[in-house]
């Protein structure tokens, strides 16, 4: 016969935790089945991000791999050409190749694991060592092609700051600095030969 101590531990441990869900699916260990497939998963991610992002806009397909940063969300909302979206996502991958051969960490915190900030190894290839280089001299290219541009300054500063820094906040950026941002985009598209790879293509 257990003692009046013995059963208040034994009701105390029965009722201890949360109760346990009834009719679901579990393994033989006892934990639960989830049953969540890559469309519920995506689903649940694109409604966030519609409430996050796009908040009483129609029409907008928060599922687009466009909708997943600044640039393409200003592109979404119609303050963006095609044009212009373009040639900051080629900035943005000549930024990240530059990034990447010479060792920098990226500077965007979104764009990287913060436990893992850290540069090439210490030995190098001469092949690398080209690239890298190479790399280094289009990043100065292209900042030189913004700083010719009248507000020079401002223009790199935006472009950077919305295709590379990815600052959300500049989604709503004024009219003068929007400017700034599509007339730094424009030159690029012309500089980096995109108007004239796709005439090309269309000729083809």
């Not at 796009?54 to 599922?63: I, K, Q, S, W």
């Not at 940063?69 to 212009?84: C, I, N, P, Q």
């Not at 001299?137 to 541009?149: A, D, P, S, T, Y």
Request: aromatic share 6%.
């Amino acid at each position: 016969m257990t003692s009046r101590a013995e059963r208040m531990r034994i009701k105390r441990a029965s009722k201890a935790g949360r109760p346990r869900k009834a009719d679901v699916a579990r393994y033989p260990g006892g934990q639960i089945k989830h049953g969540e497939t890559e469309r519920e998963v995506r689903s649940v991610a694109i409604a966030a991000r519609q409430r996050q992002h796009f908040a009483g806009a129609r029409g907008v397909d928060a599922g687009s791999p466009l909708a997943g940063y600044t640039l393409g969300r200003m592109f979404l909302d119609g303050k963006l050409t095609a044009h212009e979206r373009e040639a900051g996502d080629e900035y943005a991958r000549q930024m990240a190749r530059y990034y990447s051969l010479t060792g920098i960490p990226f500077p965007s915190v979104r764009a990287q694991s913060l436990f893992s900030v850290k540069g090439f190894e210490g030995e190098t290839t001469a092949e690398r060592t080209r690239a890298a280089r190479a790399a280094a001299n289009r990043m100065m290219e292209l900042e030189g092609v913004l700083l010719k541009l009248p507000e020079g300054p401002r223009v790199k500063t935006t472009v950077f700051n919305v295709c590379v820094m990815d600052y959300e906040a500049l989604r709503s950026m004024p009219d003068p600095q929007l400017a700034w941002l599509k007339r730094g985009l424009t030159e690029l598209h012309w500089h980096l030969g995109l108007s004239r790879e796709k005439a090309a293509a269309v000729d083809a």
